[in-house]
């Protein structure tokens, strides 16, 4: 019974997801340690700067944040507890039963309580991923069939990487503005857009090409 649970689960689309909640886990650590930096006040809204202007290193870097608790100290504590759970959970649990609608409440959660603005798009769409974990998988045999298959589930783990890379440096440009040889924020802000998009295109074709993975696996 074991052997069967474990072969149900698609471990290429599985660990697509688990990259996504690991890497926006940890931006939700990030917001909620500025926030908390910023100490026992109020937030005075709905709509916050995670990184407060004592704190920020370049002058888009101010990090937008929801929250519904109206106090930066307990906003922080409660985004850097809930990162922590949505990393604990993608690190282990995706391939339990029902372990998406536990990953979307999570995300939910992190949202309510200043884990970022920006992380709606990538969590939604890791989500969506994330209802294939333990899916049946005939989409890929009839989009994918012969080379362009085994060529599509080659280039899983590579378009993978670079999604990750691509989006850790985003949030990296977001925090400290760095960009080698750019000094201009109008400019760094555009490029950590355009890095954001194209790893937000690198995922979902590295989650495609986990299907074809998964299916290639199948049918071995």
Same mark, same amino acid.
């Given at each position: 019974m074991n052997t069967q649970g474990k072969r149900s689960v698609n471990?290429?689309?599985?660990?697509?997801?688990?990259?996504?909640?690991?890497?926006?886990g940890f931006g939700g650590i990030s917001h909620g340690i500025f926030e908390a930096m910023q100490g026992n006040n109020p937030t005075g809204g709905l709509? *916050?700067?995670?990184?407060?202007?004592?704190? #920020?290193?370049?002058?888009? $870097? /101010?990090?937008?944040? &929801?929250?519904?608790?109206?106090?930066?100290?307990?906003?922080?504590i409660a985004a850097i507890v809930?990162?922590?759970?949505?990393?604990?959970?993608?690190?282990?649990?995706?391939?339990?039963?029902?372990?998406?609608?536990?990953?979307?409440l999570l995300f939910i959660l992190?949202?309510?309580?200043?884990?970022?603005?920006?992380?709606?798009?990538?969590?939604?769409?890791?989500?969506?991923?994330?209802?294939? *974990?333990?899916?049946?998988?005939?989409?890929? #045999?009839?989009?994918?069939? $012969? /080379?362009?298959?085994? &060529?599509?589930?080659?280039?899983?783990?590579?378009?993978?990487?670079a999604a990750t890379l691509l989006i850790l440096f985003t949030l990296q440009i977001?925090?400290?503005?760095?960009?080698?040889g750019m000094s201009n924020p109008d400019k760094i802000s555009m490029v950590m857009v355009g890095l954001l998009g194209a790893g937000l295109v690198f995922l979902i074709i590295a989650f495609l090409a986990g299907i074809a993975r998964d299916v290639q696996r199948e049918t071995r």
């Open positions: 471990q290429a689309v599985k660990i697509t997801v688990a990259t996504i909640g690991i890497i926006f709509i *916050i700067d995670a990184i407060g202007e004592s704190h #920020r290193m370049w002058v888009h $870097g /101010n990090e937008p944040a &929801f929250t519904v608790i109206p106090n930066f100290l307990l906003t922080g809930t990162g922590t759970a949505i990393i604990i959970w993608s690190a282990g649990y995706l391939h339990k039963k029902n372990a998406s609608i536990i990953f979307l992190l949202f309510l309580v200043g884990g970022g603005i920006g992380q709606v798009i990538f969590f939604t769409l890791g989500w969506i991923m994330s209802l294939y *974990i333990r899916k049946p998988l005939p989409v890929g #045999r009839k989009i994918f069939s $012969g /080379n362009s298959f085994r &060529f599509l589930s080659s280039l899983w783990l590579p378009l993978l990487t977001a925090v400290f503005g760095y960009v080698p």
